[in-house]
């Protein structure tokens, strides 16, 4: 089993154990430092990986990152936007979900889990707020409980 798969599988555990059901990965460029663990995959353009509490993996991303993404092979579903079009492809995949808690990476102390910039996080609230009116919760319990085959490096 690989590293991602085995790290995407206690995501789930931990997601249920904490009670969150969704927890939505922003990136913009490979911007956020938990992709190289959960995911293995690079990416160019903005995208959100979305891991649910009832195992459900989806990827929404460009054009151009989707193939990397399906080949990876561990996401069940991968939604491509049009240039323009992120915000209305992300909201319609959580507005399907129906989360009432989301985690995002956003944490002061722990920095693998501190990928979201401020403007992103406004951007993501002010995005999703007609269809999601839950709480946003940090991923740090989520990324505390993942293995790493080496120590993760900074460059903060």
Avoid: H
């Amino acid at each position: 089993m690989s590293l991602q798969k085995e790290n995407l599988q206690k995501s789930v555990e931990e997601l249920k154990e904490q009670q969150i059901d969704l927890w939505l990965i922003f990136t913009s460029e490979g911007s956020d430092p938990c992709l190289p663990f959960v995911t293995g995959v690079e990416t160019v353009g903005p995208g959100a990986f979305l891991i649910t509490r009832d195992n459900r993996k989806l990827a929404v991303c460009s054009s151009i990152d989707a193939q990397d993404i399906e080949e990876c092979g561990l996401f069940d579903e991968v939604r491509t936007y049009q240039q323009g079009d992120l915000d209305e492809t992300l909201k319609a995949v959580v507005e399907e979900m129906a989360p009432s808690k989301i985690a995002i990476n956003y944490s002061e102390k722990f920095p693998l889990a501190d990928g979201l910039t401020t403007g992103r996080f406004r951007w993501l609230k002010n995005m999703l707020q007609d269809v999601y009116s839950g709480g946003y919760v940090s991923s740090e319990v989520i990324l505390r409980r993942l293995s790493f085959e080496e120590p993760p490096v900074f460059n903060r």
